[in-house]
């Protein structure tokens, strides 16, 4: 994140300069148009008193922050973002536990909505993270809140129900970018204990103090109030004596629709990791933890996308195992699926499909659809309508949820 800006080579720069404005969202994906949230008046600047970037006016803006709680964090603008600039954070000592947790969506008014999640099912974002070796592992939340927009926009002080998009046995990479995708099905509602399932605010009821009054049923995304990133998990928990200053980076946070008919059942909260060489690993989260698991998944990979109708054309990974991925949870209640594999004379100057499908009899058998491009300044990312891409970036101390 830092500031990036990304301009269309087919769209006039004078025009496009006059759109260059707040918080931002790359648009486009491989199959539908990206937003770019902003305000068109007002555009953004850095408060040094509070230690953060804010864009527009208080009704709408948003800033990006660090939570405290965690390692103690300084966070900088980079030059070496997947496009343009982006944001580095640096853990400079050990805190409470070491961790890193940022806030790339964040209002300073509680329970302002953002309302430029607002018809779309899908957004992703960039990190970097430092690789681990041996067995140690990372777990990321991305966790949300979300409340009835009809409530209006900045009324009712408390900010919504309170999800976790879980991301779990992460290796990461100081080299590479991670994508990690966030779709309508998050894997856990704090204080229950079920499956939230696809777009759980749907059925869910807001209740506004000090108003007292109560509405149902919204769309998750259009409902969100702020959102963060954090490093739920680490080989340096409870400790110290494992830990040692580290630096992680973030950009590139974008709303976008998936058109395509997707899985939104068993396959969830993908994340792509790249080492290099054509090495890959996906990971993702099945139908939830709190039901024993029964799904095996197959992965494909293609230089086109990847449909239904051509599956058969794309490429397995060669070392598949045999009836495909997951064998290890069948039976268990572990949702945290992984397919590690190379792809023999990879270029990284094109994008790559990839396709997860549950292969489980009598299940979801709708493709879950990704993509994967080494670095946003090559010549072949083409997003489909807008290109431009503005993120600010922004530090706060004091405490948070974790």
């Known amino acids: 994140m830092g500031c990036c800006i990304r301009l269309s080579r087919s769209v006039p720069v004078v025009r496009q300069l006059l759109l260059i404005i707040g918080f931002v969202l790359v648009c486009g994906s491989a199959y539908a148009d990206g937003y770019i949230s902003c305000d068109v008046a007002d555009g953004w600047s850095y408060d040094a008193v509070n230690g953060w970037m804010e864009t527009g006016n208080l009704s709408s803006d948003n800033r990006v922050t ?10 900088s603008q980079d030059s070496s973002g997947y496009t343009g600039e982006c944001c580095q954070v640096d853990i400079t000592a050990y805190g409470e536990d070491g961790d890193w947790k940022i806030y790339p969506l964040y209002k300073a008014a509680s329970g302002c ?6 018809g779309y099912n899908r957004a992703y974002f ?78 869910k009821a807001t209740t506004c103090y000090p108003d007292n009054f109560a509405t149902e049923g919204w769309d ?32 590139d946070y974008t709303w976008y629709n998936e058109t395509y008919d997707e899985n939104t059942t068993s396959i969830n909260s993908v994340l792509i990791e790249y080492w290099g060489d054509g090495h890959f690993r996906l990971n993702w989260a099945g139908v939830s933890q ?7 998944y197959e992965v494909k ?23 495909g991925y997951g064998a290890e949870n069948v039976g268990h209640y572990n949702n945290d ?37 080494v670095s946003g300044e090559s010549g072949d990312y083409s997003p489909v309508a807008t290109t431009i891409s503005i993120i600010n970036s922004g530090i706060r101390g004091g405490g948070g949820v974790r």
């Open 290 to 296: 709190y039901v024993e698991h029964t799904q095996r």
């Open 337 to 373: 699926y992984h397919a590690d594999f190379t792809i023999p004379g990879f270029n990284e100057d094109t994008t790559i499909y990839f396709a997860i499908k549950d292969i489980t009899p009598g299940g979801d058998d709708r493709l879950k659809r990704v993509d994967y491009l």
């Open 301 to 323: 990979y293609s230089t086109s996308q990847i449909t239904s109708e051509n599956w058969a054309s794309a490429s397995y990974p060669s070392d598949m195992p045999s009836g």
């Open 113 to 118: 909505i953002f309302q430029n999640g607002a």
């Open 126 to 203: 960039y990190a970097k993270v430092p690789k681990l070796t041996g067995t140690d592992r990372y777990t990321f939340h991305f966790g949300t809140y979300s409340k009835d927009p009809t409530i209006g926009k900045c009324e009712c002080s408390n900010d919504g129900n309170h999800f976790y998009h879980y991301y779990e046995r992460i290796i990461g990479s100081s080299d590479y970018w991670m994508k990690v995708y966030v779709d309508l099905h998050p894997q856990h509602e704090v204080n229950e204990k079920t499956d939230p399932g696809n777009n759980p605010t749907m059925n």
């Open 66 to 75: 660090l939570d405290g709680g965690h390692g103690t964090q300084t966070m």
């Open 220 to 251: 998750y995304f259009a409902g969100m109030t702020r959102a963060y990133w954090e490093m739920k998990y680490s080989p340096w928990d409870n400790n110290e004596a494992e830990w040692s200053a580290y630096t992680c980076y973030f950009d």
